[in-house]
């Protein structure tokens, strides 16, 4: 199975910052790579798929990049409603697996 | 709306066996691959369990092999996790979630997700 490992596991960070989250694969996934969002409570959101293609009504302040084993997500400029865990999960092989969440927390 | 409701959680004893249901509503259910991720208490994101949109490719996660079976019926825009042989550690919030294609096998992402339903396993 591939490994997802994300970096951090946690980060504080202030409305305004910009923020950079990775995702590191244990072997080659192309750019099979998605993002999702997740609230406390709430179902995860879908951000990202391909690695850096926008899901319909993200908000522009999203972006992905990354081929290969290593990809970021980064937030250009955080909102409050920014504040959640973010999981990546690769789509190159069966079983799909994610990575362990970053929890994104205010400063 | 797009929709996806999925029932049929509950407490169940180590062994015995539980049936998921997903409802899916505002998409056209058979143009779309299909998902089950869980999510344990406190931790991350696990996926279980797809399939095609003709049930013709499925797939699972090595943990629920040969104890879980997906399935669905297009003509009643459902989804199903037939699950056997519950062990404790399948204990988790269960969701149902649509691919953003038709197939099954490579570059799927899952763009819409129900509430979940909970499991729990415990004698």
């Known amino acids: 199975d591939i490994q997802m490992t994300q970096s951090p596991s946690s980060l504080s960070a202030s409305v305004g910052d910009r923020v950079t989250i990775t995702c590191r694969a244990s072997?080659?996934?192309?750019?099979?790579l998605n993002w999702y969002q997740q609230k406390p409570g709430k179902a995860p959101k879908f951000l990202i798929y391909?690695?850096?293609s926008l899901q319909s009504g993200v908000p522009s302040r999203f972006s992905g990049s990354g081929s290969g084993t290593d990809f970021t997500l980064t937030i250009s400029s955080l909102q409050p409603e920014d504040f959640a865990t973010y999981y990546c999960q690769q789509s190159y092989s069966i079983p799909y697996t994610f990575g362990q969440g970053t929890q994104l927390e205010i400063k | 709306e797009v929709q996806l409701v999925e029932s049929g959680g509950g407490l169940v004893q180590p062994g015995r066996s539980l049936r998921l249901s997903c409802a899916a509503s505002g998409f056209t259910f058979v143009d779309y691959g299909m998902h089950w991720v869980r999510q344990a208490p406190g931790k991350g994101l696990e996926w279980v369990s797809g399939?095609?949109?003709?049930?013709?490719?499925?797939g699972y996660a090595d943990s629920v092999k040969g104890r879980f079976t997906i399935s669905r019926d297009n003509a009643k825009n459902s989804l199903y996790l037939q699950m056997k042989s519950l062990r404790v550690e399948d204990t988790a919030l269960y969701y149902c979630a649509k691919n953003i294609r038709n197939g099954f096998g490579g570059a799927d992402a899952f763009d819409i997700w129900g509430q979940g339903t909970m499991v729990t396993v415990s004698s």
């Open positions: 399939i095609s949109w003709n049930s013709g490719t499925t």
């Open positions: 072997q080659s996934i192309s750019s099979y």
């Open positions: 391909t690695a850096s």
